[in-house]
Antibody, heavy 121, light 107 residues
Framework: EVRLVESGGGLVKPGGSLRLSCAAAGFNSSNAWMSWVRQAPGKGLEWVGRIKSKTDGETTDFAAPVKGRFTISRDDSKNTLYLHMNSLKTEDTGVYYC????????????WGQGALVTVSS | DIQMTQSPSSLSASVGDRVTISCQASQDISNYLNWYQQKPGKAPKLLIYDASNVETGVPSRFSGSGSGTDFTFTISSLQPEDFATYYCQQYDNLPLTFGGGTKVEIK
């Protein structure tokens, strides 16, 4: 079964940092482009960023609200994706999903269960 | 950035009804459009990709059409398990953007 399992969510103070992990199971994620999508409480979906596969250069791109504060990395030996969040703001509060289409770059057929990030003093 | 305008933002319908949701892009996105279903507390689920292709395993009562700037998502006969929020998403250009969502509720 193809699965993504997220971990690392929690409560953090404004200005703090947090790292989310997304472990892939049931497929080799090394060739997949991986994305992060978030959802603020009671709101819609917002794309956060994407990392290409190693063979495509591991290039990352981000949405404007997180650019310069968030980074994405991957450890293909562990089949794991990471979202590094720095200088967190209260408006970063929400559920964070990792998603992939495996070989379909932006057609997200597989999603994690979501990790709740709460930024509050 | 490409703006995705989805309408209506909510609707009430009965089991067996035909439901149609619209999504309009602020510029031509060809057919680079997906539709997702999301139920409370759950991750989104891909239903339609490339505007009109039904994802494997998704019931045939779900369909999509359109290209360019105007797109339509249809449920031909609403079932109890279809009450959820639906989102369109464009992937023609970064940043990837979603419509605001349409909440389908029970009448």
């Amino acid at each position: 079964e193809v699965r993504l399992v997220e971990s690392g969510g929690g409560l953090v103070k404004p200005g703090g940092s947090l790292r989310l992990s997304c472990a892939a199971a049931g497929f080799n994620s090394s060739n997949a482009w991986m994305s992060w999508v978030r959802q603020a409480p009671g709101k819609g979906l917002e794309w956060v960023g994407r990392i290409k596969s190693k063979t495509d250069g591991e290039t990352t791109d981000f949405a404007a609200p997180v650019k310069g504060r968030f980074t994405i990395s991957r450890d293909d030996s562990k089949n794991t994706l990471y979202l590094h969040m720095n200088s967190l703001k209260t408006e970063d509060t929400g559920v964070y999903y990792c998603a992939t289409g495996i070989f379909r770059y932006f057609v997200w057929s597989t999603w994690g269960q979501g990790a709740l990030v709460t930024v509050s003093s | 950035d490409i703006q995705m305008t989805q309408s209506p933002s909510s609707l009430s319908a009965s089991v067996g009804d035909r439901v149609t949701i619209s999504c309009q892009a602020s510029q031509d996105i060809s057919n680079y459009l997906n539709w997702y279903q999301q139920k409370p507390g759950k991750a989104p689920k891909l239903l339609i990709y490339d505007a009109s292709n039904v994802e494997t395993g998704v019931p045939s009562r779900f369909s999509g059409s359109g290209s360019g700037t105007d797109f339509t998502f249809t449920i031909s006969s609403l079932q109890p398990e279809d009450f959820a929020t639906y989102y369109c998403q464009q992937y023609d250009n970064l940043p990837l953007t979603f419509g605001g969502g349409t909440k389908v509720e029970i009448k």
